[in-house]
Nanobody, 120 residues
Framework: QVQLVESGGGLVQPGGSLRLSCAAS????????MGWYRQAPGKQRELVAN???????NDADSEQGRYAISRDNAKNTVYFQMNSLKLDDTAVYSC??????????????WGPGTQVNVSS
């Protein structure tokens, strides 16, 4: 019954910014890592950014300098800041969480995804 809910997507003009959030709820003991993926039409889903339990984050090499990932452990929430958005950033962005439940069992959950449309 653990679930992830993404928010913050929508329509934005090129050069604009968006801040996505992914909130995990349910019987969670700890979140070990959260990653953001995206899938554009006709393309495979790709990893964009990932952050570990200690707060160490990394962006995809191809997007360095435009993205920033952070987390709030108290809220079991990860944030994904996207700046200088381009048309190619249009995709469905999904959050994946690797976590331990209250019985310390490692589990993985995917969020339903949030649509980001970059268009003028």
């Amino acid at each position: 019954q653990v679930q992830l809910v993404e928010s913050g997507g929508g329509l934005v003009q090129p050069g604009g910014s968006l801040r996505l959030s992914c909130a995990a709820s349910g019987c969670i003991f700890s979140i070990n890592a959260m990653g953001w993926y995206r899938q554009a039409p006709g393309k495979q889903r790709e990893l964009v950014a990932n952050i570990t339990s200690g707060g160490s984050g990394n962006d995809a090499d191809s997007e360095q300098g435009r993205y920033a990932i952070s987390r709030d452990n108290a809220k079991n929430t990860v944030y994904f800041q996207m700046n200088s958005l381009k048309l190619d950033d249009t995709a469905v962005y999904s959050c994946k969480a690797e976590f331990d439940n209250v019985w310390l069992a490692p589990l993985v959950r995917w969020g339903p995804g949030t649509q980001v449309n970059v268009s003028s």
